[in-house]
């Protein structure tokens, strides 16, 4: 059973006032998301029951939005591919709803795709640890896991996304696959940050050599390499944990946290960066949602550090910008 949250805009719901309110008052991301959105039921294999049993009175709204032409029709439409946890999929929709309105302006329209069973294969803590090194590829279900996400890329496609984003590092080692023919914009979190990182001009720390950058991240994220591709494609000095500092350091962080020793996960993860700043990088790249959250916000080593979904949330703004200042110029 999987769920596709159809965030309609403002003017749909006629609950304009009601939105801003909501956001001003920062209730819970969940919230802020739930009172222009419509959550749609469907089941495995894709379908979606608009019976008026199991809609109530959204029924003939809910079979209006379910018609790809009249879904969404704004040009800056964002389709958002769940990621490997709900939670982490609403942390960045609040994001984008936020940033995208913090000088006023309407929050940008966007549509969720989101599906509790991709979301167990892909947070399976065994499988994190499955990389064959050799060929890069996942051995569990790769085709299957593809073809989901194929599968909601069209989906958000249809309902009139004019742009496509996945919140989730993992996604992103099949992002050639996912991407293939699709006929919207597909950003790349990996390029996102080499973006950000390149407008930054960092200077190297090291006299004559590259601007090094750390990336702490699963086993899995690290061996599909495609933050190191795209870092450096753009002229950084990729720097990794090495192997002692994976199993004795980065690995029982993690698992730490899902044990709920907030405390022991929050040391070991300062000294797994303060272990890469040792090697004279830059910045430190967080490239998984298990070490999101750890450090209190005035931490200094915090300040060393950047979330990729940040990065992802910018150019997806900037990009929407772009578009509305095409279509305003369209306009007159």
């Known amino acids: ?32 998301v739930q009172l222009y959105s419509l959550l749609v039921q469907s089941d495995e294999s894709g379908n979606y029951p608009a019976t008026k049993s199991n809609l109530g009175s ?10 790809p032409s ?17 939670f982490s999929t609403l942390i960045f929709l609040e994001k984008l709803v936020w940033w995208s309105s913090r000088h006023g302006e309407e929050c940008l329209p966007f549509v969720v ?26 051995e569990y279900n790769h085709g299957l896991i593809v073809e989901n996400l194929r599968h909601k890329r069209a989906f958000l496609e249809q309902s009139g996304a004019r742009c496509i984003v996945m919140p989730c590092h993992l996604s992103h080692a099949w992002h050639g696959e996912i991407s293939q023919d699709c006929s919207v914009p597909f950003f790349h979190v990996g390029k996102c940050v080499a973006s950000d990182l390149k407008e930054a001009k960092f200077k190297p720390i090291e006299a004559g050599s590259d601007v090094r ?23 950084f000095e990729v720097v990794l944990p090495d192997k002692a500092t994976m199993e004795n350091i980065l690995i029982p962080a993690m698992d730490a946290r899902h044990r709920g020793d907030m405390e022991g996960a929050r040391i070991l993860l300062s000294i797994a960066i303060q272990v890469l700043l ?4 830059n910045t430190v790249i ?8 750890l450090l209190p916000h005035n931490d200094r080593l915090l300040k060393k550090c950047i979330d990729p979904m940040d990065a992802l949330a910018r150019s997806t703004i900037k990009w929407a910008k772009s578009i509305e200042k095409v279509h305003d110029k369209n306009i007159t």
Do not use: W
């Open 113 to 138: 795709c989101s599906d509790s069973v991709l979301n167990r294969e892909l947070s399976d803590r065994s499988s994190f640890r499955l990389f064959d090194r050799k060929c890069c590829q996942i």
């Open 1 to 32: 059973m999987s769920y596709h949250t159809l965030n309609c805009p403002p003017l749909v719901l006629g609950n304009l006032s009601k939105n801003r309110t909501c956001y001003r008052t920062r209730l819970k991301p969940s919230a802020a």
């Open 278 to 281: 040792v090697r004279a990088v």
């Open 58 to 67: 959204n029924a003939s709204l809910v079979k209006c939005l379910l018609t």
């Open 70 to 86: 009249s879904l969404l029709s704004q040009s800056n439409t964002v389709g958002v591919i769940g990621g490997v946890s709900a």
């Open 213 to 235: 950058i750390g990336l702490l991240a699963t086993d899995a994220t690290l061996t599909a390499g495609f933050y190191q591709e795209k870092l450096q494609s753009q002229g």
């Open 286 to 293: 967080l490239a998984t949602d298990e070490l999101q959250g």
